[in-house]
């Protein structure tokens, strides 16, 4: 019985659900694991329709301050700014985890393989060899230290501090700002990263260079390509435990940004 009467609840109230389900999918359809087009389309919607009836059964979007709405030029207006809620959200913890894809591309022009690039399964898109394999390591340790159901959780919040039909999306002067400065100490970070191994490439290239000048009947090109991919990726190993960190790092900010993000949409900036 109470199955049957949340599904004449939702015919009642569909408007409310469909925006739900509208912030939902403009979560999802960037949100890293999520997005990956290796999961089959019918999958996700599926997911999301499944979120979007847990987020509407459980009551947190009971406090929606949504007006009626007389005609689809209101109700459009208000999708798209669901959707955009829930695409900023997202867009917020894409951004932070691909700046890995930034230190792997340093990573490859230090040692070399700048050159080649591989197919990135999640997003179908060319990325570099080290950048693809830093990121496929922090979605894993995303997926088992249980980061993914907090990211989950902060999303789910949202539709208690951030009602339906709440937020007014464009009237909201802090989010550009804020939104850029995450970018700008995302390019930061990536820097500080990719920094020892850039570093010590750096030394060998001024060390290969005297050499050069000693003996320019050496063919350097020979010589210093295959040392600075052995020593670029044992650098790496050396410095692999401590991904970890890395992580972490990553995952609080991103669990911050999410938690401003929020703050700034439920106070209007």
């Given at each position: 019985?109470?199955?049957?009467?949340?599904?004449?609840?939702?015919?009642?109230?569909?408007?409310?659900?469909?925006?739900?389900?509208?912030?939902?999918?403009?979560?999802f359809?960037?949100?890293?694991?999520?997005?990956?087009?290796?999961?089959?389309?019918?999958?996700?919607?599926?997911?999301?329709?499944?979120?979007?009836?847990?987020?509407?059964?459980?009551?947190?979007?009971?406090?929606?301050?949504?007006?009626?709405?007389?005609?689809?030029?209101?109700?459009?207006?208000?999708?798209?700014t669901?959707?955009?809620i829930?695409?900023?959200?997202?867009?917020?913890?894409?951004?932070?985890?691909?700046?890995?894809?930034?230190?792997?591309?340093?990573?490859?022009?230090?040692?070399g393989?700048?050159?080649?690039s591989?197919?990135?399964?999640?997003?179908?898109?060319?990325?570099?060899?080290?950048?693809?394999l830093?990121?496929?390591?922090a979605?894993?340790?995303?997926?088992?230290t249980?980061?993914?159901?907090?990211?989950?959780?902060?999303?789910?919040?949202?539709?208690?501090?951030?009602?339906?039909?709440?937020?007014?999306?464009?009237?909201?002067?802090t989010?550009?700002?804020?939104?850029?400065?995450?970018?700008v100490?995302?390019?930061?970070?990536?820097?500080?990263?990719?920094?020892?191994?850039?570093?010590?490439?750096?030394?060998?290239?001024?060390?290969?260079?005297?050499?050069?000048?000693?003996?320019?009947?050496?063919?350097?090109?020979?010589?210093g390509?295959?040392?600075?991919?052995?020593?670029?990726?044992?650098?790496?190993?050396?410095?692999?435990?401590?991904f970890?960190?890395?992580?972490?790092?990553?995952?609080?900010?991103?669990?911050?940004?999410?938690?401003?993000?929020?703050?700034?949409?439920?106070?209007?900036?």
């Amino acid at each position: 019985m109470d199955n049957l009467y949340y599904i004449l609840e939702i015919f009642e109230n569909v408007d409310i659900f469909l925006l739900i389900l509208i912030r939902v999918i403009g979560f999802f359809v960037i949100m890293p694991i999520f997005s990956t087009a290796s999961i089959p389309t019918m999958i996700r919607v599926a997911f999301a329709i499944g979120f979007s009836l847990v987020i509407y059964t459980s009551g947190i979007a009971e406090s929606s301050t949504i007006l009626p709405i007389d005609n689809i030029v209101g109700f459009f207006s208000l999708a798209v700014t669901e959707f955009l809620i829930g695409f900023v959200m997202a867009y917020i913890v894409y951004v932070l985890f691909a700046m890995l894809y930034f230190v792997g591309q340093m990573l490859d022009i230090a040692v070399g393989f700048s050159m080649v690039s591989v197919m990135d399964p999640t997003s179908q898109i060319q990325v570099p060899v080290l950048g693809n394999l830093l990121f496929m390591l922090a979605m894993a340790l995303l997926i088992v230290t249980g980061g993914l159901n907090f990211i989950l959780a902060a999303f789910f919040r949202s539709f208690d501090f951030v009602p339906i039909g709440f937020a007014s999306f464009f009237s909201i002067e802090t989010l550009p700002t804020y939104v850029i400065s995450v970018i700008v100490a995302t390019f930061t970070m990536g820097l500080q990263i990719a920094m020892p191994i850039v570093g010590s490439i750096l030394v060998i290239d001024l060390a290969l260079g005297m050499l050069l000048k000693s003996m320019p009947q050496m063919n350097m090109f020979v010589i210093g390509l295959p040392l600075k991919i052995v020593l670029g990726l044992g650098i790496l190993f050396i410095l692999l435990p401590f991904f970890g960190a890395v992580y972490n790092n990553i995952f609080d900010i991103v669990f911050t940004s999410l938690e401003t993000i929020i703050f700034i949409f439920g106070t209007g900036g």
